[in-house]
Each structure stands twice: as structure tokens, then as C-alpha cells.
């Protein structure tokens, strides 16, 4: 079992908006910021997502993280079948004393 | 640009040693802003971080790990490594490595290698 628990999976049609949450708990999400990889088929992990809510140079716009309490959001707006992917959320955990992940969640584009 | 390129055996016996290498390209990993790390994906499932080194050899690891990981670091040669002991069937996985940035122990993995597969098996 993940520290970090996301849906298994979720769904939407395009040009649609979706959202995927990440819950924790005080130990890593409450006191540590948040940051989310999304992973093609078959492909390494990209960062999408740091410290919350800031994207990286290069990332779409339409792609917003946020964060309250113990839970965090990824909302990805305007889908297109190219964000057919899994997307993890990780954060530092102080009683355990390292980085976890959560388990993923598969977005599957209608 | 930065590329991280992963190498080693693709197959390791039960009880045996896993050890992996990570050549940095296009820049330094003697960089003082920068963190190398390794992180595993058991196939269908989720990513694990392995652990951690900045070029001066300091270390940390997942504790659930610990006692079976050593990471290392050869500035000559911009490469760092992942030793991973008494291996058994579940460290099979793709392993990949990473860079995050130093400040704190919430910066993310900015640069990924493109992974290599890793099957423990007789």
C-alpha cells in the first residue's frame, strides 16, 4: 500500500476537465509540498507538477496542481488523447524520512 | 542538454548483487545544486524511490531499503552507481535515475534516464 493514495483510475472525454487526487497525511503532504510526474506508455516519468502548483518550463498550461490540508490536486483542462497517461503524485514523508509516491492513477481520454 | 543514461546487467540470480550505473551527459553531476537519484517501477506497478547522492558521496536512502542499497558517485567519470544486495524476485523492475535540485527534500526529479529493465531470476 502507497503512503500517498490515488484513484486507481480515471476517466473523461475530451476537451473536458479532470481532476485526480492525492491523499496523505500530516507527516507529507500537510507539511511538504507536493510535486507530480505523469508517465507515457512505456516511457520514463516527467515532472509536471513542483512544489504544489508551479509547472516546469515546457509544460502546458492547461495541466494546474493545489493543495490543501493533507489532500492535493492534479486538474488537467481542454483533454486530449495525448494525456492517455498514468500520473503520480510524491512528497516528502518526515516519519519515514524519504521520498514516497503514490500509487498512480491512469487517465483514460473517452 | 542533460541526459541520464542508465546501464548494467539486464538479468541477476536470486541472492546476488544488482548493480546499475548512471552517466551524465551534457553537464556536470560535480554541480552543487544537484541531487542523483535512483527510482524503481516493479512491472505494472508504482514507482519507489530507491535513494539519493550529491557529488561530495553523501547519501540518503528509503529506509525500507537501507540495509541493502549502497549509492556512489565517480565525479572523473560524471557517472554514479546503484548496488543493490541478496536480491530476490521482487527487485525486478525498471530502475531509473534522476536528478532534483538540492535546497530542500521537497524538490522533484526534474531529469529522468529512460530506465532499464532489471529481471531477478536463475
Known amino acids: 500500500q502507497s503512503v500517498l493514495t490515488q484513484p486507481p483510475s480515471v476517466s473523461e472525454a475530451p476537451r473536458q476537465r479532470v481532476t485526480i487526487s492525492c491523499s496523505g497525511s500530516?507527516?507529507?503532504?500537510?507539511?511538504?509540498?507536493v510535486n507530480w510526474y505523469q508517465q507515457l506508455p512505456g516511457k520514463a516519468p516527467k515532472l509536471l507538477i513542483y512544489?504544489?502548483?508551479l509547472l516546469p518550463s515546457g509544460v502546458s498550461d492547461r495541466f494546474s496542481g493545489s493543495k490543501s490540508g493533507t489532500s492535493a490536486s492534479l486538474a488537467i483542462s481542454g483533454l486530449q488523447s495525448e494525456d492517455e497517461a498514468d500520473y503520480y503524485c510524491?512528497?516528502?514523508?518526515?516519519?519515514?524520512?524519504?521520498?514516497?509516491f503514490g500509487g498512480g492513477t491512469k487517465l483514460t481520454v473517452l | 542538454q542533460l541526459q541520464l543514461q542508465e546501464s548494467g546487467p539486464g538479468l541477476v540470480k536470486p541472492s546476488e548483487t544488482l548493480s546499475l550505473t548512471c552517466t551524465v551527459s551534457?553537464?556536470?553531476?560535480?554541480?552543487?545544486?544537484?541531487?542523483w537519484g535512483w527510482i524503481r517501477q516493479p512491472p505494472g506497478k508504482g514507482l519507489e524511490w530507491i535513494g539519493s547522492?550529491?557529488?561530495?558521496?553523501?547519501?540518503y536512502y528509503n529506509p525500507s531499503l537501507k540495509s541493502r542499497v549502497t549509492i556512489s558517485v565517480d565525479t572523473s567519470k560524471n557517472q554514479f552507481s546503484l548496488k543493490l544486495s541478496s536480491v530476490t524476485a521482487a527487485d525486478t523492475a525498471v530502475y531509473y535515475c534522476?536528478?532534483?535540485?538540492?535546497?530542500?527534500?521537497?524538490?522533484?526529479?526534474?531529469?529522468w534516464g529512460q530506465g532499464t529493465m532489471v529481471t531477478v531470476s536463475s
Open positions: 547522492i550529491y557529488y561530495s558521496g553523501s547519501t
Open positions: 512544489y504544489d502548483d
Open positions: 500530516s507527516s507529507n503532504i500537510g507539511n511538504n509540498a
Open positions: 534522476a536528478r532534483h535540485q538540492a535546497s530542500t527534500v521537497n524538490d522533484a526529479f526534474d531529469i
Open positions: 510524491a512528497a516528502w514523508d518526515d516519519s519515514l524520512n524519504g521520498k514516497v
Open positions: 551534457g553537464g556536470s553531476i560535480s554541480s552543487s545544486s544537484y541531487y
